[in-house]
C-alpha cells in the first residue's frame, strides 16, 4: 500500500489523514503548528466530528497514523492548507506554496502530488507546477504526477461524506488524473469523475458559489416579502415542491470558510464577467447588517435594551464561530449600546471575542430574544424557556420557533 504524506491538520487534512490511515495506509500528517502537532502526538484531537476521535485513536494505536511539524518521504502527498482572501479579496496562496515548499525535498520521480485546499482556477497550472518545475521535476513529462481534487465534506458529517460523496480528480495531466483517480477509487463508495485541474477548479468553485447566489435570491425574497406582508419561507417550501426549483433559505448573512469566500476566487480572475456573482456576495454581506437595523426598528415600538442572543457558529449543530454572522450582529448590537447576552451550545469561550451565558442566564431580563443560528436545541423551544425575560419578545431569523400564546413574535422575511 502507498504511503501517504498530508499537509495540513486542519478541517479537512486531519479528517483525510484519519480516513486513509483507518483503510490501512500508512500516513504522516504535518503541520506548521506546533500547538496542533503536540497535542495530536499527545493523542489529543482539535475537531470534533462524529466518529473521528475513534478512528484517531485505533490508528495512532496500530502505529499507522503519525504526525510531526515537517513532512516524511511518501508515494502520495497532500495538500490541505488554508487559502484565505486578502484584504483586497484576492486569493492567499501562502500557504499552498510554502507547504508545496517544504514537501518537495521528500519527494521522489513518479509520486503523486494532490491538492485539495480551494484555489482559484488556472492556480495548479501557472502557480503550483512552476514551483515543482523549480525543483527539478517536470509534471509534464510525468516526473511527477500533479492533481487537484477538491473536497466536498460538510462540516458535522466529514467522515461520512469522505466516504461516500462523488469526487473529482482534475489531472494537470490525463496520467496524473488517472492516478488519482485510482487512489480515491479504491478507497471511497462515491464515483470519481477524471478531468484536467482547471474543470476541477472551476467546478469546486461553482458548487459553492451556485448555493452563494441561490441564498442572495432567498435573502432577497426574504426582504420583499416583509415589504409585501408575505412569508418568505412559506413561499420557499411550496415553490419547492416544484420538481425541477430548491430555493435555498434565508438567514442573517453567509458563514463558514466556503461559501462566503469562494465566489472571491472566481471574481479576481474574471472580474468584468461576473456581475451576478459579485451582487450576490454584496447582498449576503450585507444581511447582518439588516438584522441590526431590524432590531433598531423595533427598538421604536418596543422597550430593547438587554438582548439574548441565541447561536453564534456559523450554521446549525457545530462548533465552528469562522466568518460567523453571529459575531458581526453580536459587535455591532455591543456597539450600539446594547447589552448583549449570547449564548451558543457548541460554542466555547476561548473561541470567540463575547462573553457566553447559558441560555436560562441570556434570557433572564432580557427584552428581546434574538435567535440567529437553528440549533437543535432551539428549534420549538417551549413557551415556558422564556418566561424570565423582561417581555416576551423573539426575533427569529431562522424561523426555526413556532408562534405561541404571549410571545411576539418576528421573523425574517415574514411581515
Ligand atoms: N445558509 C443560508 N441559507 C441556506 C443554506 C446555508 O443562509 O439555505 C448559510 C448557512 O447558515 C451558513 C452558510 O450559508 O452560514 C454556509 O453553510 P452551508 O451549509 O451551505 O455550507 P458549508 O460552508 O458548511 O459547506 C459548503 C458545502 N458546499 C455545498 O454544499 C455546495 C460543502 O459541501 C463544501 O465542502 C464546503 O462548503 C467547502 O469546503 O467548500
Redesign the pocket.
Known sequence: MEKICVAGLGYIGLPTSIFFADKGYDVHGYDINERVVKSLQNKQIHIDEPGLVEKFLQSVERGNLTFDHKPAEADVFMVAVPTPINENRKGNLSYVESALKSILPYVKKGNLIIIES?IPPKTIEEFVVPIIKEQGFNPDENEVFVAYCP?????GKILDELQNNDRIAGGYTEEAAGKAAALFSKNISGNVYETTALTAEMTKLM??TY?DVN?AL?NELALVSEQLGVDAFEIISLANKHPRVHI??P?PG???H??PI?PYFIIEKAEAHTPLIQRAREINEQMPHYVVDKINELKETHEIKNIALLGLS??ANVSDVRESPSLIIAEQLIAAGYNVKSHDPYVSEQEVSVSLYSLEESLREADLALILVDHNDFINLPASAFNEMNQKLIFDTKKCIKPMEEITLYQLGNK
Open positions: 480551494t473536497e466536498r465534506v460538510i462540516p458548487e459553492n448555493r441564498i432567498a435555498h433559505s438567514g453567509v458563514g463558514g466556503c461559501i469562494d456559523y450554521k
